[in-house]
């Protein structure tokens, strides 16, 4: 009888240790249970890839439709090379997207928003989005407000 | 002068002789498990005492900590308006560090006091003595049971300490505070990894969880057998556990997440 309530409150014990994980995956971390591995990668260049990380959001009307899977330097042309893992739903982008990298706020976290084009021809795996627009970098702003000032002020 | 250095030389011998003493004493313990009939019983017994019982204490204090984070950060965050930011302060504080330092200090003071203090007594009563005399192998009748049961429990009872604190978080800042209930949650699930967060955290914990049941055990085990003996044993353990603890987290800290 002692020996099975031991056993009981063990049993408990460890009920309730996995009920709290499963909280942690599901509630706290917002795990989801889809296969990661359906995408497809397309890449695109830009100038200036400002702060922006990788695993950050590739989104669309503000929807997440992937994720940046790569960055790296393109030692050639000098620019941000950027790879991005799309969901295979989300199959029908024309070859003429646009890409521009966005901050969420005036201080958030750097993602990447796309535009659909008109073209008919759609992007495939491995295909480069041409239109890029890079990121908004706060001190270059700053230098051309001040440079924009001085000039206005010559008579 | 030349006394002040051969007593020098003499702690440090007898300090390492002791860590190669525990180590041994490690090897052996966890080389006795496998005996699934025999020590399933002694281990549910063991897992009882270390960590059911630590439960409580493990609950309460989760969610007072969760509280009083969301009290504290909501004071500071509503300054910048930004008060919706409390559900991922709150998961990453108490999932990276709170939940398995705190957890492990209360499971050295708890549950480690306890176990050295056990063991010692049996010590001191030759308890252990006796058993050898008839056949019976200490570290695997003994020492072993307690050694898993550690290792299982510490990181179970962080995950517990986590999920509570943050349901306390909730309570405070949702509830009594009135922070939107959806951007609490969307906010932390948007930061919060799984990991990268969760499981580095139930890593740390099992560090822990090895660090600490390893000291209380070995404390007892080489206790001097007398009353005196015992209770400098059962101190030791929780200095040097919740020592152990403190600086192993910063370490641990600084691979996972510092980028060495």
């Known amino acids: 009888m002692r020996t099975r309530t031991v056993e009981l409150a063990v049993g408990a014990f460890m009920l309730i240790g996995l009920v709290a994980i499963i ?60 790879e991005m893992d799309i969901y295979d739903s989300v199959s029908n982008l024309s070859t003429d997207t646009s890409a521009a990298i966005l901050t969420a706020g005036l201080l958030g976290e750097k993602y ?30 700053i230098a051309k407000f001040l440079v924009g000032q001085v000039s206005s002020d010559d008579p | 002068m030349i006394d002040r250095i051969a007593a ?13 003493r525990s180590g041994m004493f490690l090897f052996h313990a966890l080389w006795a498990l496998p005996n699934v009939r025999v020590n399933g019983p002694l281990l549910v017994r063991q897992i009882f005492s270390v960590g059911v019982l630590s439960l409580i204490i493990i609950l309460v204090s989760g969610v007072f900590i969760g509280m009083v984070l969301a ?56 308890q252990l003595a006796s058993m050898e005399m008839i056949g019976v192998d200490p570290l695997r009748r003994i020492i072993s049971p307690r050694f898993w ?18 349901l306390g978080a909730y309570a405070v800042g949702v509830v009594w505070l009135g922070v939107d209930g959806g951007s609490f949650w969307s906010n932390m699930q948007n930061s919060v990894e ?28 080489d206790t001097v057998p007398t009353s005196e003996g015992i209770s400098r044993a059962t101190t030791r353990t929780v200095v040097y556990a919740s020592l152990a603890v403190l600086g192993l987290d910063f370490i641990l800290t600084a691979v996972m997440f510092g980028e060495l």
């Open chain 1, 112 to 141: 990447i928003g796309l535009t659909q084009g008109a073209e008919l021809d759609n992007l495939t795996d491995g295909s480069e989005i041409y239109n890029t627009q890079s990121a908004m970098v706060l001190e270059d702003l």
């Open chain 2, 149 to 166: 049961a550690g290792f299982y429990c510490l990181p179970t009872l962080a995950v517990i300490f986590s999920a509570v604190g943050v």
């Open chain 2, 194 to 221: 799984w990991g990268e967060d969760v499981m580095n955290g139930v890593i740390k914990s099992l560090v822990f969880g090895i660090v600490v049941t390893w000291i209380a055990v070995f404390q007892g085990y």
């Open chain 1, 23 to 82: 909280f942690l995956a599901l509630r706290v971390s917002g795990l989801s249970m889809q296969s990661p591995d359906e995408t497809y990668r397309v890449y695109g260049k830009f100038e200036n890839i400002g702060g922006l990380t990788v695993r950050a959001k590739v989104t669309m009307a503000g929807v997440t439709i992937g994720r940046v899977s790569d960055i790296y330097l393109d030692k050639e042309d000098f620019v941000g090379v950027v």
């Open chain 2, 8 to 20: 020098l030389g003499s702690k440090g011998l007898e300090t390492l002789q002791a860590l190669g």
């Open chain 2, 71 to 126: 009290l504290q950060g909501y004071n500071i965050l509503t300054r910048y308006g930004s008060e919706q930011a409390l559900g991922q302060m709150v998961a990453l504080t108490l999932l990276r560090e709170l939940g398995p330092v705190v957890t492990a200090l209360l499971f050295a003071g708890r549950a480690g006091s306890a176990l050295t203090a056990e063991i010692g007594l049996m010590k001191a009563t030759e």
